[in-house]
């Protein structure tokens, strides 16, 4: 797993926050916090692909995200989705 560290050494130059998905609090204090933003990328993906899982990322935490960056002002949102891979299905 890439560390935070080594994430900012492949993004050279890019601003970073970082802040725990599924913590709604984290997400508008250490993510959407103290500077504008334009626009939310999201790549967010449950890593198992089961029922429990997807719920908390695919959905919950897209929403959180999504309200957060609403709440910061952010307008737009881009979500990223492999859902056509479906391994293991969904």
Known sequence: ???P???ARLLEGAKLRFGEV??????KREVFSGEPFDVLVSCLASRTGGE???W???YQA??????AARDAGVRQMVLLSAICVQKPLL
């Open 62 to 67: 897209h929403s959180d995200a999504l309200a």
């Open 1 to 3: 797993a890439l560390t």
């Open 5 to 7: 560290e080594g994430t």
């Open 56 to 58: 908390a990322i695919d």
């Open 52 to 54: 429990k899982d997807a």
């Open 22 to 27: 599924a913590d709604p609090v984290s997400l």
